[in-house]
């Protein structure tokens, strides 16, 4: 209730500004000529300050907070997705006899499935924060058991990795590098006892080359195992928040992560291995790159139905995502008509792993976006409340009367 | 309901659920905003009690009075300023009694009352069981209880004694009161409402009953303490952010190096590790109240047993409602909310969000099963599409 004989000189209600009021100082809408009476903010501080009528927030700021992520966990997303990816890619072509398919996808697994702990610890800060998630199992944390299917998974991956690496190097193996492993005899004195480093190292090298050819098999189904969860556990990690646009796409972002894992994995290789070994990556990349398309394509609509569609249209993220699905069709295309072609191959491969990429970033900052605007948390939570109450369903409103 | 389900949604004793043996009674906050006067002293007894750096700079914000903001790292308790005219005070009021109308239910009636879920017609006024009679019975109810207004400020007391003896004499109620409505308890209004009010509440950690930054944690270094409230252990906590996006209230936060130090030698601590209320854990395990309860001067915030604070949060509006407050309604007291009923119960004179609180917030926690399960679908289609892949066709 006001107090203040000066307050009839306030102006009606209607001239009061219609603004975002964060704005500040600047930017005054329409309405009487400012005056030491009725200027608004000024020394009365008893102007009427109405948010919009359409739309009741408080100044505008936002309900929830957003995740405090960068891009440097996009950059993880994207590295998990491709590290699962490849160990399925791996163990097909482990399974089948592709030699350097395996051997590619499997150095390309063990790589990316490192960046993307790297990133992971980039993020935290400190490597001890990352050791520290491993003290404890949580079941209703996304992150923690993400962090255990990522250190699974990084540990399959290294035995496979290492058999690979020693097949290179094992002298049992000449074949496997092309220039000897011995050095010529050419020292003097220092002759003997380099010799005989040679020899404890190759002895060291068949023992481990034995060992990790009994490992390699159990290995490899394990990682095989490990990547579906691998790939598709972002998706709930994302969803697992209160982000508007993650939160509602919890049904649709699975799909889009699997495929867009698979299309970027078996891009990858499309790059890195000669097309005579890649026909099963190609068809991954197309089967990768439908899933991805169809599954975006439902996410949209979802999202649009709900009105949260602004966020991954609009902006940086909506640019990344829009880049990423005509990547995506036109890698999507190119693997499945290359042919024979490697660079049809490699500029297809490229393009999807790069279309793979952008999807993570775009989803990534298009949640954040959704999340700072307090019209993407509202919005959507008085539609559920609404469409509750209208089916008569009132008894589990946060709001009470008595 | 199993241990399991238990765990995620749903009406629960949250600190036998964490494994606590004889936990003490759940303690909580009643907020009651109709009596908040916008002191900021519970923002300042918070502060200088956990030590808490400031935040930001010293601009002022330009939204009224209140220059903090939100709740965040370095803010446990939060008073927020709403100016409202006559127009959102009327839709406020119009919202309240809507709340009636859709047969909203009581605190503590059990969820599945056939009367509560029946056809919610407009017409249909609150069942007696529900409703206490008014202490007044029949008296009319109006404004006519706060001082009266200045000069240019609104009708004067002796006008709204006027039209209220006009009413009791028998006129018109509608006419007297000048098409004023009646109040939840169908009393008839007399009194204009305010040209004009402000809003202040303060807002703290809920202290949900289903804790979304609880359930995240991916180290344990939030916890379920035993007084049914939720705490943060900063010296395990390893700063991944994951809470700061499962608060459906935007309460908990990382603290950040943009918090300037109160200290003299320029150390802010904690930083980079995630901050909020802590219901004074300290202070409750020596009986003492915690610090933004004891300094309140209008016993806007109270303190106590959750269920104590729920009863004296549905007395009081039940007494608004006779005044003729009908856009008084109580936020986080129903267990059968999306996150099972928050320890800190609030009650607001118009919508949540006008607040800047959610309308129906959820624990994303809720639907973790359903997300695994879409999860493991998808894994399966790509374990099939990577068998598809290698197998169909030797090229």
């Known amino acids: 209730m006001t107090t203040s004989p000066f307050d009839s000189y306030r102006p009606p209600d209607g001239s009061v500004r219609k603004r975002r009021r964060r704005r500040g100082g600047s930017g005054r809408g329409p309405g009487p000529a400012r005056n030491w009476l009725n200027r608004d903010g000024g020394g009365t501080r008893e ?31 994207f590295l998990g997705g491709v590290a699962a990816g490849s160990g ?34 980039a993020d935290l800060g400190r490597p001890e924060r990352f050791l520290n998630m491993l003290r404890t199992v949580k079941l209703t944390s996304p992150m923690s058991v993400g962090t255990w299917i990522l250190s699974a998974y990084a540990t399959f991956a290294g035995v496979t990795t290492a058999s690979e690496l020693v097949r290179l190097v094992s002298p049992s193996r000449p074949d496997a590098s092309g220039s000897p492993s011995r050095p010529d005899a050419s020292g003097g004195e220092i002759l003997g006892h380099r010799a005989r480093g040679v020899a404890m190292t190759d002895d060291l090298l068949r023992a481990a080359d034995r060992l990790l050819t009994r490992l390699d098999a159990p290995a490899s189904v394990g990682q095989a195992l490990l990547a579906p969860p691998l790939a598709a556990y972002t998706a709930v990690l994302l969803s697992d928040t209160v982000t508007p646009v993650w939160f509602e796409a919890r049904r649709q972002l699975p799909f889009v992560f699997v495929g867009s894992a698979a299309m970027a994995s078996a891009g990858l290789q499309l790059v890195l291995t000669p097309t005579a070994q890649t026909g099963p990556a190609r068809r991954l990349a197309v089967l990768g790159a439908a899933t991805d398309l169809i599954a975006m394509r439902q996410f949209e609509e979802h999202l649009a139905e709900w009105d949260l569609d602004e966020p991954i249209h609009t902006g940086e993220a909506g640019a990344k995502l829009a880049a990423a699905q005509v990547l ?17 191959a490699v500029a297809s491969g490229l393009a999807l792993a790069t279309a793979s990429a952008l999807t993570r970033f775009g989803i990534v900052e298009a949640g954040i976006e959704s999340a700072k605007d307090p019209k993407y948390t509202v919005g959507p939570q008085k539609r559920r409340l609404q469409e509750r109450r209208e089916a008569g369903k009132v008894h589990d409103s946060t709001v009470t009367v008595r | 309901m199993g241990y399991l389900t238990r765990q995620l949604s749903g009406r629960t004793d949250p600190a036998s659920d964490a494994g606590w043996q004889e936990a003490p009674e759940r303690k909580g906050f009643f907020t009651d905003t109709s009596v908040c006067i916008g002191c900021k002293a519970c923002e300042v007894a918070c502060k200088e009690w956990n030590a808490l750096p400031m935040d930001g700079s010293l601009d002022l914000s330009g939204d009224s009075y209140d220059n903090t903001g939100d709740l965040g790292a370095s803010t446990w308790r939060h008073v927020a300023f709403v100016e ?12 309240g009694r809507a709340l009636v109308d859709l047969g ?22 609150p069942s007696p069981a529900t409703s206490p009679s008014p202490s007044s019975g029949g008296v009319p109810a109006g404004y006519g209880t706060l001082p009266a207004p200045q000069e240019h400020g609104g009708p004067s007391l002796g006008d709204l004694l006027t039209e209220k003896s006009a009413v009791e004499n028998g006129a018109d109620p509608l006419s007297a009161g000048g098409g004023l409505g009646t109040t939840v308890d169908g009393v008839p ?61 935007g309460v908990i936060e990382r603290r950040t190096d943009s918090a300037v130090s109160v200290r003299g030698d320029g150390h802010v601590p904690n930083v980079g590790v995630a901050q909020k209320c802590t219901l004074c854990y300290d202070r409750l395990s020596h009986d003492q109240e915690p610090a933004c309860a004891q300094t309140c001067p209008t016993t806007s915030i109270r303190f106590g047993p959750r269920e104590d ?30 996150v099972g009923g928050t320890g800190s119960v609030f009650l607001l004179l118009d919508e949540p969000e006008v607040y800047g609180l959610p309308p129906d917030p959820i624990c994303a926690t809720s639907k973790l099963p359903e997300m695994f399960r879409t999860a493991g679908l998808a894994g399966l289609g790509l374990l099939g599409a990577a068998a598809i892949a290698f197998v169909g066709g030797k090229k």
């Open chain 1, 47 to 77: 102007a009427p300050a109405v948010p919009d009528a359409e739309f009741s927030s408080y100044y505008g700021r936002s309900v929830i907070k957003p995740v405090p992520w960068d891009e440097k966990i996009g950059a993880y997303l």
């Open chain 1, 88 to 121: 399925l890619i791996a163990t097909g072509a482990a399974v089948t006899g592709r030699e350097t398919l395996r051997r590619n996808s499997r150095l390309t697994a063990m790589t990316t499935v490192a960046l993307s702990g790297a990133a992971l610890v």
């Open chain 1, 328 to 344: 995506t069709v036109a890698g999507g295309l190119g693997s499945l008509l290359a042919g024979r072609s490697r660079v049809v």
């Open chain 2, 84 to 95: 409202q005219s006559k127009g959102r005070i009327e839709a406020a009021r119009a919202s």
């Open chain 2, 104 to 125: 909203m239910p009581t605190v503590g009636s059990p969820s599945a009352s056939p009367s509560a879920t029946a056809s919610p017609s407009p017409a249909a006024s």
């Open chain 2, 189 to 249: 209004m007399v009194g204009p409402l305010p040209e004009f009010r402000w809003l202040m509440a303060s807002d703290v950690c809920k202290h949900c009953t289903h804790a979304g930054c609880l359930d995240v944690c991916p180290t344990g270094a939030l916890f379920r303490s035993e007084h049914g409230t939720v705490v943060v252990q900063d010296d395990v906590c390893n700063g991944c952010g994951y809470c700061v996006g499962a608060c459906p209230f």
């Open chain 2, 309 to 338: 604070m729920v009863e004296a949060a549905r007395e009081r509006v039940g007494q608004l409602h006779e005044q003729g407050f009908t856009e008084a309604r109580l936020y986080g007291a129903n267990d059968d909310d999306g």
